[in-house]
């Protein structure tokens, strides 16, 4: 009988596309995927260690997981991703029913790493690859799947305070531009009509390796026959130049949404943090996009608390919040992470208090989403058809170019292209009917 194997992700779209090589991969050796924990004969837990909330929850997984194992003789446990790099030895050590540990750059060699463990010969694989090979396993893609994201670089360079991302994703590197397109024509040649493109800093794709400038490879791909929309994440405001900021009003492709982190609106801060740009130039960049692509949507990331952060700090972030009118934003509490700089800061913001900015922020930030999303009640917005609707099975579901999601009635089939009246507006997405003509 074969095998099946069951994959949790954590954390970011980057764990997402490394967890769908890890299927491809599995899949070839044999393995079908397991539609729940308990049919599954391996577990793989692709983690992250962005926040120490992350790895707690991890650990708590890892408890659940050497009971499963004790209830099936030859079950297999293996964790890969960021938490299990940063941790690597010591995870064995916590977790000691884990067959195989690996990192971020270990991912081409799981199934050979699954075969020892069957022998019951425990991998621990943390090496950082320079050649990079996981990049040549293609990443699973459902069936029918109309978007799909396709890795451009891994790793960064920028070493920013609070982050671990360099330390346990390694050094940037750039794919080949000619790898990344021959990916996105095979994508385009099996239905795929938006692509997502993933990078830690994508505005510095290739200029490491001498490759072509992130605004030509985003030319290259829009000449694609059949891919209709561009996606990046994420942006670097530091990074983010001119020619790429052009080609929102020239290429048609290119989604008017962008993700452009800010994580503090106090200069202080910011300079503690190591971000490399200053409140003034973050709005000028927002205030160039807007002018040559009117309508364009933002969302940003925010972490409140940072060592030494005061309340004035904190309502430069506000203020920034009340310009900009972020249509989402993900935001968190400081959290200190081994290795960084910002872990051996010594001015600490009161948990209670970071807690309570939080709180504001977000209530800000829902304030906002509610305004921009109310803002599209009555209009027709033009949507990519994605699938059936997560809220009622009844309806279908798609996305605008600017990245909101829209339920609808009565529903074309996915891959289609179509016009919607809004009708209404929930928390995160809208409502609405679908028009009878083609977009
Ligand atoms: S740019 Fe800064 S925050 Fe982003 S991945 Fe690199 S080090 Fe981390």
Known sequence: ?????????????????????????????????????????????????????????????????????????????????????????????????????????????????????????????????????????????????VSAMVAIMQGCDNFCAYCVVPLVRGREVSRRAADILSEIRALAGRGVMEVVLLGQNVNSYGKKEGEIPFPELLRRISAIERIRRIRFITSHPRDLDDRTIRLFEEMETLCPHVHLPLQSGSDRILEAMGRGYTRGEYLSKIDALRKLRPGIAFSSDFIVGFPGETEDDFRETLSVMGEVRFDSSFSFRFSSRPGTRAAEMKVMVDPMEAAERLRRLQELQAMHTRERLTTQIGREVTVLVEGTSARDPGMRCGRTACNKTVNFTPGSSVGAIRSILVTGAGTHSLVGAERTSDA
């Not at 090589?21 to 391996?42: K, N, Q, V």
Request: hydrophobic share 40%; glycine share 8%.
């Open 1 to 145: 009988m074969r095998r099946s194997v069951f994959i949790k992700t954590f954390g970011c779209q980057m764990n997402a596309v490394d967890s769908a090589r890890m299927f491809s991969l599995m899949s070839s050796a044999g393995y079908l995927a397991a539609p729940t924990l308990e049919d599954a004969d391996l577990v793989l837990l692709n983690t992250c260690s962005i926040r120490e909330k992350a790895d707690q929850k991890i650990y708590s997984d890892l408890g659940t997981l050497r009971r499963w194992k004790q209830r099936r003789p030859g079950r297999l446990v293996a964790v890969g991703g960021c938490l299990a790099q940063q941790d690597g030895e010591a995870l064995r050590a916590r977790a000691p029913h884990v067959d195989i540990v690996f990192g971020t750059h270990n991912i081409a060699n799981l199934p050979g790493m699954v075969r020892k463990a069957d022998r019951s010969l425990p991998t621990i694989a943390l090496g950082m690859d320079e050649e990079m090979t996981h990049w040549d396993v293609v990443p699973h893609l459902p069936v029918g799947a």
